[in-house]
């Protein structure tokens, strides 16, 4: 699961606090303003420093539903779902024969009524398959 950076957090007196203001020696535990998981202070040689999510200190889903978790993973989760939506399905039937409700009359093809020019009286004719 990949979770961004995150550069806000708060406190356990629901004080917010950049990693930047964090105090290195500091016990101090923090949590994420989207999705309220528990977070990890982290540092780099450059001394930047970010938190990120303790991913084994939260349900997956908390986390999914978090604004900072990667938004190609959400894309790429929301995309294979749609597919599998998609295959469920029942197939696509053309409707070929319509009857007027206007003028009676029943035609194939097209939905407009060659009788009274005019589409919106038109229903399906459903064939038997």
């Not at 950049?18 to 540092?43: E, G, M, T, V």
């Not at 399905?89 to 319509?98: E, M, S």
Request: glycine content about 4%.
């Amino acid at each position: 699961m990949r979770m961004l950076k995150v550069f806000i957090a708060y406190d356990v007196n629901d004080k917010i606090i950049s990693a930047k203001q964090h105090q290195s020696n500091s016990q101090q535990s923090y949590f994420c303003l989207s999705c309220d998981s528990p977070l990890i202070w982290r540092n780099n040689a450059l001394n930047e420093p970010w938190f990120s999510h303790d991913l084994s200190g939260a349900p997956i889903e908390q986390l999914r539903g978090c604004t900072y978790y990667d938004p190609e993973v959400k894309s790429n989760e929301r995309l294979a779902k749609l597919r599998n939506m998609a295959q469920a399905l029942p197939p696509v039937v053309a409707t070929r024969q319509w009857h007027c409700s206007w003028c009676g009359q029943t035609h194939t093809g097209v939905k407009h009524c060659p009788q009274c020019h005019t589409d919106i009286y038109c229903q399906p004719i459903q064939s038997e398959v």
